[in-house]
């Protein structure tokens, strides 16, 4: 697989404002260590392999557990996470893969029973970055551990 072409060297005033919007997203009401569950699964629907390697990458650098990190694509199987964790992973998968008719008030009800209105609103702004760089990596073809140099990747040892 070779790179289609470079989106944010193409567009380097829309990369930097998208770049600036997922910082924000680094201090908002979310725990880093579900946002980066949240990235990794959004990945994996996705079909994004850049993005999935870089977000596996980040969480191992930052101590997630190697075995959470592989249980993420069987999450409601998985005993590892928490009723929290679970319920932002149904919202992800629901606004990743959205339904003919939405997001059911089920889904709605169980992110309700665990976050806060505000934490609601700022992991939907999550789940539509992560989706929106999926999107950029997959129409490009962006080539899976490229960026690991630049982003410091290669801490992680997972080469």
Not at 1 to 21: D, H
Not at 55 to 76: D, M, Q, S, T
Not at 133 to 141: A, D, E, I, Q
Request: charged share 25%.
């Amino acid at each position: 697989m070779s790179q289609r072409l470079n989106a944010f060297a193409q567009s380097p005033e829309l990369f930097k404002k998208f770049v600036e919007f997922g910082m924000l997203l680094k201090s908002s009401t979310i725990e880093s260590s579900i946002l980066s569950l949240i990235e990794v699964r959004a990945s994996q629907i996705n079909g994004c392999g850049f993005c999935l390697d870089m977000h596996v990458k980040e969480a191992k650098i930052r101590g997630e557990r190697e075995l959470r990190l592989h249980h993420v694509a069987i999450w409601r199987e998985s005993p590892l996470f928490s009723p929290r964790e679970r319920a932002c992973l149904a919202w992800t998968e629901a606004l990743t893969t959205l339904a003919p008719h939405g997001v059911s008030d089920d889904i709605y009800e169980q992110v309700r029973a665990h976050l806060s209105e505000k934490e609601i609103s700022d992991l939907s702004f999550a789940v539509m970055a992560i989706n929106g760089w999926n999107r950029l990596n997959v129409g490009f073809r962006t080539v899976p551990g490229s960026a690991d140099k630049a982003y410091g990747l290669d801490k992680a040892n997972l080469s």
